[in-house]
Structures are given as C-alpha cells and as structure tokens.
C-alpha cells in the first residue's frame, strides 16, 4: 500500500501543479481586461459610500436610553 501511495504522490502532484498553472493563466488573463481606471473608479465609489456603522451609534444611544428608563 505503501509503495502505491508513493507511485501515486509524485503523479497528483505534477497533476495539482498543471492545475494551477491553468488557473494562474486564467487570472492573469481575466485581469489584463480591468484597467487602472476602471479600479480608481470602483475605489473612489467604495468609499463615497457611507458606512454601515456610522449610524450605529445614535441607534445604540436610543437603545441604552430605552432600556434604563
């Protein structure tokens, strides 16, 4: 069983390396579409947007004046 495994080992690994190549190529391929414009847009987006926790505090602050009085 043993001398399986350590026939069988080299062959997945050479498998799994030819695997990631193609999903490396892949990547590398799918982001020579996005240009720099195109991120410094999306960026600049991400942050005009408020954040989520902004509002938290005044929500916060209503809760705790609510539960102690």
Known sequence: MQGLAA???PAMLMLFAL???KVQ???ERSTETVSGDQ???ILQAAQSQASPLDDVSPTLD???SRRAG
Do not use: A, K, N, Y
Request: glycine residues 6%; negative net charge.
């Open 7 to 9: 026939l069988l080992f």
């Open 19 to 21: 695997g990631m190549e």
């Open 25 to 27: 190529t892949r990547i």
């Open 39 to 41: 991120v410094e847009e």
């Open 62 to 64: 209503e809760l705790r």
